[in-house]
């Protein structure tokens, strides 16, 4: 029986193509287990750098930030209704305590304040006439008695008209800018309906805060410098006018500061940094560098017997790269500075030396 050599080639490659497989599979197969036993493998420790919890001054100035704010905004809203027939002021522009911003339709309120004046003017003359009559027992007490109370109905209605006219003209009652109107002419106002907003600069308000170790070394009246981004190298003045009586849930202490807008016409809004001259204690001072997470829920790793502790933290005062710790560490422990965003409380770490 004869075997071509074709089919002799073709089961030799077969072979040759199935060993390979064979190969490949127990090679991956090593390969796979190697990489499952390295991924299972644990770390024994992690390297971190620490730094010591150290006392210290931190400053001897509390310096806070916040936005300035007008010391009057108000909201104008209409007290009468009908059409607007003249508009005075716009957005933007200056008023005066006092000025119109915008006409009301008066005709119909304006004929009511003659009726009432002519209802008044005739009961005054009522009450004249039977006043001289009832002291020679000409009418009887009762008819003037009738006639004072209609006097006195008749003032009443007069004022009510006065004021209703009065109240088409829709006034300001501060200076300052309007920094928003909500109306056009020829538009159907009531009672209630919003006019303009006014805004107040001429003084400014600043409110900061500081904590519980901070609030007992300042005072009503105390000069407060205070710093723009906008006007950079340009320091202002202001004083303190307001320190609140109770601590917000960050054990934050409101301190309101007042500025005169006098020279430098500012804006309220803008950011502002105030700086407060104290005498600061020593306190426990950290690294920046060490907190994880945001400033308003501080937390921090120490090292303990080669182990990751975490600690939650109340923080005063911070300057660029130290902040003052009010509890939640002790002076000397070693707080982790490096190395420390991936931690979890009771890993295993090794310390290294700080690059």
Known sequence: MTI???????FTAVIIVAVLIVWKLADNKKEFQNNIAYSQRKVESIPVAVEPVTKGILSEKVVATGTLEASDVLTIVSETQGKIIKIYKEKGDKVA??????KVDDEVIAANVLTAEANYAQFEKDVERLTRL??????????????TIGLKKAKADLI???????NTSIKTPIAGYINNDFITEGQLVGGGTQICEVVNNNKLKLNIKITEQEVYKISL???????LSVFPGQKFTGKITAIAEKADAAMKFNVEITLNNDATHLKSGLYAEATLPVKNNETLLINKASIVGSMLDPVVFVVENGKAVKRQLVTGQSSNNQISVISGLTEGEKVIVSGQLNLKDGDDVKIIEKK
Do not use: C, P, W, Y
């Open 221 to 227: 009246g105390q000069a407060v410098e205070v710093n």
């Open 134 to 147: 009832s002291e020679e027992n000409a009418v009887t007490k009762r008819d003037l008695e009738q006639a």
């Open 97 to 102: 305590s006092g000025d119109i911003i915008a």
């Open 160 to 166: 009510t008209a006065k004021k209703a006219l009065s």
């Open 4 to 10: 071509k050599k074709s089919h002799v080639f073709a």
